[in-house]
């Protein structure tokens, strides 16, 4: 009866599976379609699977059918709770392709057991079975994993993307508007360096690609709509002119509505440049706000009421051209385009493409169906509108004076740099801030400036302002060195200037910005085996693991990460537990706080180390871990089980301690459902017990 058993729980998953297109969220689902097509299989499928059982089906018959029975259930299943899993603030292209990776498997596992079905005595066959192997044929199989490759690859070459294409990306993903292209950037920092913490160094590289994908569709947008405008005078967010601009902790410049509503979506993190914001303070610009006022009247502009755009059915829109009130289709339409603005584009791809794809193409493992080839290393393109001839003269820290931008010639940008590192040198503290926020704007926001200041010395000169008693100066001269490590060729100029040491004195007596920033640096610095010996033997462990304890929650992040890049030997764990890192990590460990997988992560690292079971267990640490085990992402719960194997390997006591917080069930439930690694985590941990289970036994019955 097994047999029909499984015959009888795909139908029932196939029922399930269908009941959520009643469901409200499906429809602001970005990836509604594949739920469709699933829809459309599922309804080809019951009629078949339903004749098999009205039919009294010998089980012997079924036995043949039911390793593909399972299968197809259990793609049946993930599939739904793909689609039940959907959360606004997730990253829509590893959702999508995710789907569409589940989608494809699933129609692929129909087809295999629709056609074992035709093997079957004739009686037990529906008629129709034919006729529903060729309309499940028909079923779509659009790809767009296929789109992302070849932009990737475009990308990696240094071909430009054109409007068009850039357009289909963001249409296949839902990202209909620049606040969705903005939230999208932020997801994706953070899942590279979720990434880089498990040291995945491909996926890394290839979310670095996407991020690049993404930072061209808000440069194209924002290059349209602003240009009649000065740039400075937009919101980011917007892309309108601003009337009640606002300063956040970043130093980036946003209309006060659209950031104070960024906020609310609980977004801790400046939309432009994805730096993780303490605070939340806004400060008015007053001197780009008068700037605007005047540039409006001149021109006889009224700039739109930003409550109105809020407010509107699309507060944040692209430009669009006209779509038809009855296109089914779901697709976004194209923006309107002069002939200036579009490019000769290739749609067809060549046969040397395609076997170019086929050798370098391989599949990411948490994002089937995108290249997890390198293609990180592209230089980004953007045009940047003509700024008012007024704009020139201002030299407010916040604003990029327009000769510094890239409508200036190379001559003149390292002539205005140089002018930049002799200001640095000035004896003047006013001089020193003004400059180091100026250098920081210069550095973050222009990939072409940061080869041009090191190529001056800068480096040096912001090394030495890393000893600034002056907290701005220093904590400017940390993010300026972190934007310039941004590109990898620069770190090794960035350690020949001896700057090791002063990072660490920063870590010691800077701010929490200034803190967090040299956090990050290190983990950019410490690729290398060479680096992170330097790091450790300049005492970065325990003034890191403070920060992990006591800083923000970007801060303990960034710390985190810097942490987990050198602990390579039980001689740099050591210091961590002795430091309290063990406390800290389990404080982590809280749900609210949004860093449980960074903590267990770095917990498991320590968990091979004596003192550290011991720090984990007496600070409560481990109903934490079970509780991850039981709830947790994926990724939390392989991390999770990986460090109670360790806990439990060759002791007794911890075996016990394990099973008595309930650990059992979830760790079963994990066997079936975990990731590769989580499984193989979860059998040897029941292992254990059993074995611990059969020693109890022998010295109860002794």
Same mark, same amino acid.
């Given at each position: ?9 795909l ?5 399930s ?6 469901t409200?969220k499906?429809?602001?689902n970005?990836a509604?379609?594949y739920y469709?097509?699933g %829809?459309e $299989? ?9 004749? #098999?059982?009205?039919s009294?089906?010998p089980p012997?018959?079924l ?7 399972e299968?197809l259930?259990?793609?049946?299943d ?7 899993s959907?959360?606004p ?16 498997k699933l129609r692929? /596992? /129909?087809?295999?057991v ?12 529906s008629?129709?079975l034919?006729?529903?192997i060729?309309?499940?044929k028909?079923v ?15 990308q ?8 068009e294409?850039?357009?289909e990306?963001a249409e ?5 508007s620049n606040?969705?292209?903005?939230i999208?950037g932020v997801?994706?920092?953070d899942?590279?360096e979720d990434?880089k913490?498990?040291?995945n ?8 690609g996407?991020?690049?994908? &993404?930072?061209?569709m ?10 009649q405008?000065?740039s ?5 967010l917007?892309?309108e002119l601003?009337?009640?601009?606002v ?7 946003y209309?006060?509505a659209? &950031? ?14 994805r *730096? ?5 303070t806004?400060?008015p ?8 006022v ?10 739109p009421?930003p #409550? ?10 692209l430009?669009v ?9 779901g697709?976004l ?9 579009k ?7 060549d ?12 599949? /990411?493992?948490?994002?089937? @169906? ?8 592209t230089?980004?393109?953007?045009n ?6 007024s ?5 407010d820290?916040?604003i990029?004076p ?11 940008? %390292?002539?205005?740099v140089k002018?930049?590192i ?5 004896p ?8 180091t926020?100026?250098i920081?704007i210069l550095t973050?926001e222009? $990939?072409?400036?940061r ?7 800068? &480096?040096?000169?912001?090394?030495k ?7 701005? $100066? ?8 972190l934007?310039?490590?941004?590109n ?8 020949s200037s %001896? ?6 004195h ?9 803190k967090a ?5 290190l ?14 033997e ?5 003034p890191?693991v403070e920060?992990?304890?006591? @800083? ?14 050198l ?5 740099e ?8 890192g063990?406390?800290?990590?389990v404080?982590m460990m809280?749900?609210?706080? @949004? #860093? ?9 690292n ?9 720090a984990?267990?007496d600070?409560?640490g481990?109903? #934490?871990l079970v509780?991850?085990?039981e709830?947790?992402s994926p990724?939390?719960?392989?991390n ?7 806990l439990?390997?060759?002791?007794s ?5 394990v $099973? ?13 459902? @975990?990731?590769?690694?989580a ?8 292992k ?6 059969? %020693?109890?036994?022998t *010295?109860?019955?002794?």
């Open positions: 009866m097994e047999e029909v058993s499984r015959l009888r729980v139908l029932d998953n196939i029922s599976y269908l009941s959520i297109s009643s409200e499906l429809c602001s970005p509604h379609k469709t097509r %829809e $299989i599922a309804k080809l499928l019951m009629p078949l699977l339903d004749n #098999l059982v009205v009294d089906a012997i018959e036995l043949k059918l039911n390793n593909g029975f299968e259930s259990q793609y049946v993930e599939l739904r709770e793909q689609f039940e959907w959360q603030l997730s990253s829509r292209i590893f959702y999508v392709l995710r789907t569409e990776s589940l989608a494809s692929e /596992s /129909s087809l295999e629709s056609q074992l079905l035709k093997h079957l005595p004739a009686d037990l066959v008629p129709s034919e006729d529903c060729e309309l499940m028909l779509g199989r659009e790809e767009v994993s296929y789109t992302i490759d070849v932009a990737l690859i475009d990696r070459k240094g071909v430009e993307l054109t409007p294409v850039l357009v990306v296949s993903f839902g990202l209909r606040q969705d292209i903005l999208e997801l994706l920092a899942l590279k990434a913490l498990v040291e160094n491909t996926e890394a590289e290839l979310i670095e996407l991020i690049s994908l &993404i930072t061209q808000h440069d194209y947008l924002a290059n349209i709509k602003q240009s405008l000065p400075d005078f937009c919101c980011p917007s892309l601003m009337t009640d601009p300063i956040v902790a970043s130093g980036q410049t209309e006060r659209f &950031i104070e509503k960024w906020f609310d979506m609980g977004l801790m993190v400046c939309p432009k440049t *730096q993780a914001l303490s605070q939340t806004l400060t610009n007053f001197t780009v706000k008068a700037f605007i005047n540039w409006c009247e001149s021109n006889n502009v009224n700039p009421d #409550l109105e755009l809020i407010h509107s059915s699309q507060p944040f829109p430009i051209g006209s779509c038809s009130a009855d296109d089914s289709s697709s339409p194209l923006p309107v385009m002069d002939d200036t603005l490019c000769n584009h290739i749609e067809s791809v046969a040397t493409k395609c076997e170019e794809l086929r050798q370098v193409l391989t599949r /990411s493992a948490s994002a089937p @169906g995108i290249v997890s080839e390198v293609v990180s290393k230089k980004r393109s953007t940047v509108a003509a700024a008012d001839a704009m020139r003269l201002i030299r820290p916040w990029i327009a000769t510094i931008k890239e409508t200036g010639s190379s001559s003149s940008m %390292e002539a205005e002018k930049l002799q200001d640095l040198e000035s003047s503290l006013d001089a020193q801030r003004e400059t926020a100026q920081r973050r222009s $990939i072409d400036h080869p041009v200041f090191v190529r001056c010395g800068a &480096i040096k000169s912001l090394v302002m890393l000893y600034s008693k002056d907290e701005r $100066i220093q904590a400017d001269a940390a993010t300026c060195l934007n310039l490590s941004l990898t060729n620069n770190n090794y100029v960035i350690t %001896e700057a090791i040491k002063p990072f660490i920063v870590l010691k007596t800077g701010n929490i910005e200034a920033n040299v956090a990050t640096t983990i950019k610095l410490s690729v290398t085996e060479e680096n992170k010996a330097k790091i450790v300049a005492g970065a462990i325990e890191l920060l992990m304890g006591n @800083g923000s929650q970007g801060a303990k992040k960034d710390a985190a990460n810097a942490l987990f890049n602990l390579q030997r039980n001689r764990k050591q210091k961590v537990i002795r430091a309290g063990v406390r800290y990590l404080k809280d749900p609210a706080g @949004g #860093l449980v997988e960074r903590a267990v992560v770095l917990l498991a320590l968990a091979n180390v004596k003192e550290a079971k011991m984990i267990r600070e409560g481990i109903p #934490l509780d991850v085990v709830l947790g990724r939390g719960q392989e999770a089980a990986a460090a109670l194997c360790l439990c390997m060759d002791s006591r911890f075996c016990n301690t $099973i008595r917080e309930g650990a059992i069930p979830p760790l079963v439930a994990l066997t079936r459902s @975990g990731t590769a690694r499984k193989e985590k979860a059998k040897t941990l029941l254990y017990f059993e074995a611990q289970k059969q %020693e109890n036994q *010295q109860t019955r002794s």
